[in-house]
């Protein structure tokens, strides 16, 4: 489809990853502006209808974009449908053109009536931005606690090489059927998942075989930062906490909501991107104090 912008003619494409030379457009303007590749997670096969960049191409070259993620939640043990906004990008020689505004009216005008609400992230050169569109800044809390150093503790678990089909495999059928951790949790979502776990959190991906269970974490010095967590049965949440701390180990902080907060602290998260939601549909952030889950960041 060709529009015209400030007396300029662009093509503008909706979900057309399949397409090798718009898509690799694409990725060459994410790598530009945040650095970032998404052909990996393309080649692997897990970047599926849920993840729709709305772009605009000068020619072959992508120079606006902004992406809507389609986000299945079980929130507050309801089942919601948000979504997310996110790679919102213009090549700097496109700036202050109107290449952004028209994107984000295109994707508000089309999911504004198909969802619960529409949020993202904004980093700190974009805090003006969005409230022209109708969003307000909300509070997220992170879940911490001291560990007891008299409870038994197992550090019983094996890193996941994540360039291994089989472990890519195993953690993607896990994120897809596991049991819910989180008072916010991520349904038919293992995509998104996967995305993290194959480039910035490789390294950070752990089966503990006792409990059937894989962990994303990561070990900063005395504390155990725990990211996510996948497991097809039930398990108790300090049973897997347990199994990956060591003498070492004084606090465990969490990238999601626990079902249970009554033995954690919540701090408000001071962080460089903020969370913006849609006026008058934030009440959900404003009664309880709640995260959404790090891997569910796009």
């Known amino acids: ?25 694409f990725d060459i303007l994410a790598k530009k502006v945040f650095g970032i590749s998404f052909e990996e997670w393309y080649q692997a096969g897990y970047w599926n209808e849920k993840y729709i960049p709305y772009t605009l191409f000068d020619g072959n070259k992508a120079v606006g974009n902004v992406s809507v993620n389609i986000m299945d939640f079980n929130t507050l043990g309801k089942p919601q449908r948000y979504i997310q906004i996110g790679t919102v990008l213009t090549d700097e020689n496109y700036r202050n053109k109107k290449l952004s505004r028209f994107l984000m009216e295109k994707v508000l005008e089309e999911w504004n009536d198909k969802s619960d609400f529409v949020y993202l992230y904004a980093n700190p050169t974009a805090l003006e931005m969005y409230p022209k569109f109708g969003f307000t800044r909300v509070k997220e809390y992170e879940y911490f606690r001291a560990i007891n150093k008299n409870i038994e503790q197992h550090e019983n678990f094996e890193k996941l090489n994540m360039d291994m089909q089989s472990n890519r495999a195993m953690l ?19 995509d998104l998942v996967m995305f993290y776990c194959i480039s910035f959190f490789k390294e950070n991906v752990y089966y503990i075989k006792a409990l059937d269970a894989i962990a994303v974490a990561k070990f900063n ?27 070492r180990i004084d606090e465990v902080v969490l990238g999601f909501t626990p079902k249970d907060i009554s033995s954690y602290k919540p701090r408000e998260i001071v962080e460089a991107d903020a969370l913006f939601i849609q006026k008058n549909k934030t009440i959900l952030f404003d009664k309880n104090k709640l995260m959404f889950p790090l891997l569910s960041h796009a």
């Not at 059928?173 to 949790?185: G, H, P, R, T, W």
């Not at 504390?223 to 906490?241: G, N, P, R, S």
């Open 172 to 190: 993607y059928d896990y994120a897809k059927n596991s049991s819910v951790f989180s008072k916010l949790s991520m349904r038919e979502n293992a």
């Open 221 to 247: 010095n005395n504390q155990l930062y725990l990211l996510d967590v996948f497991c097809k049965v039930e398990v108790e949440l300090d049973t897997i906490i347990n199994s990956l701390i060591n003498s």
């Open 1 to 25: 489809m060709k529009i015209n912008l400030a007396d300029k003619e662009y093509i503008f494409l909706i979900g057309y990853q399949r397409e090798v030379k718009y898509r690799a457009a």
